[in-house]
């Protein structure tokens, strides 16, 4: 069955500065790697996703991930964090290799810009 | 087209009544997605749905909790029964045919039973 970890529940960054917020992933076949994003009161948004190919994908925003597929990791990265970047990230997975389409998602990381 | 839309955005019961929600998914949308998330935790899958067919229920989905999408385009989820217990966000989304298509998600209907 797959599985996605985010071990940091809150990842506090200054304006301005990198920002990383990390997930790692466990699967049987082939992942299908997504971000989403939760504003307060709002539903999720997608982000990025990573199918195949260049390990980089680039998603809205101005925020990345790289696939790392020997460390199962996606980590989420924006090269210069913004007040209003401050949300809830949920990192999630769909297992290529059971058949389904089944989402699962991991319990969030609490991002939080300072200005 | 605006999107997936759920209805009603919040409800509040006394334990033992019936809910019941109503999700109507972006239109050439051919799965639909329904996930429960409680304060503080991500989304948990519920089930979903290939136009008018189920193919997948979460262990999580009790007896008491039933959805359906009977025409291949809004779906119900009905709670029978209801407990403190499904105190929760009831999200709703749906996604294009491919597979490695991300889910578009409603703003959800919040349950609170008292």
């Known amino acids: 069955a797959q599985s996605v970890a985010q071990p940091e529940d809150q990842v506090n960054v200054a304006e301005g500065n990198p920002l990383t917020v990390k997930c790692t992933y466990s699967?049987?076949?082939?992942?299908?790697l997504f971000w989403y994003v939760q504003y307060p009161n709002r539903g999720l948004q997608f982000l990025l996703k990573?199918?195949?190919?260049?390990?980089l994908v680039k998603g809205s925003y101005g925020f990345e991930a790289e696939f790392n597929k020997s460390q199962t990791s996606f980590h989420l990265k924006k090269p210069s964090a913004l007040v209003s970047d401050s949300a809830l990230y949920f990192c999630a997975v769909r297992d290529e290799g059971t058949g389904g389409f089944k989402t699962i998602f991991g319990a969030g990381t609490r991002l939080f810009v300072k200005a | 087209d605006t999107g997936v839309s759920q209805d009603p955005r919040h409800k509040i019961t006394k334990r033992g009544q019936n809910v019941t929600f109503r999700c109507d998914p972006i239109s050439e949308h051919n799965r639909l997605y329904w996930y429960r998330q409680t304060l503080g935790q991500g989304p948990e899958f519920l089930t979903y749905f290939q136009n008018e067919a189920q193919l997948e229920k979460s262990r999580l989905l009790s007896d008491r909790f039933s959805a359906e999408r009977p025409k291949g385009s809004f779906s119900t989820l009905e709670i029978q029964r209801t407990e403190q217990g499904d105190s929760a966000m009831y999200l709703c989304?749906?996604?294009?045919?491919?597979?490695?298509?991300?889910?578009?998600f409603g703003e959800g209907s919040r349950l609170t039973v008292l």
């Open positions: 989304a749906s996604s294009f045919q491919a597979e490695q298509g991300e889910l578009f």
């Open positions: 699967v049987s076949g082939n992942p299908y």
């Open positions: 990573y199918i195949t190919g260049d390990n």
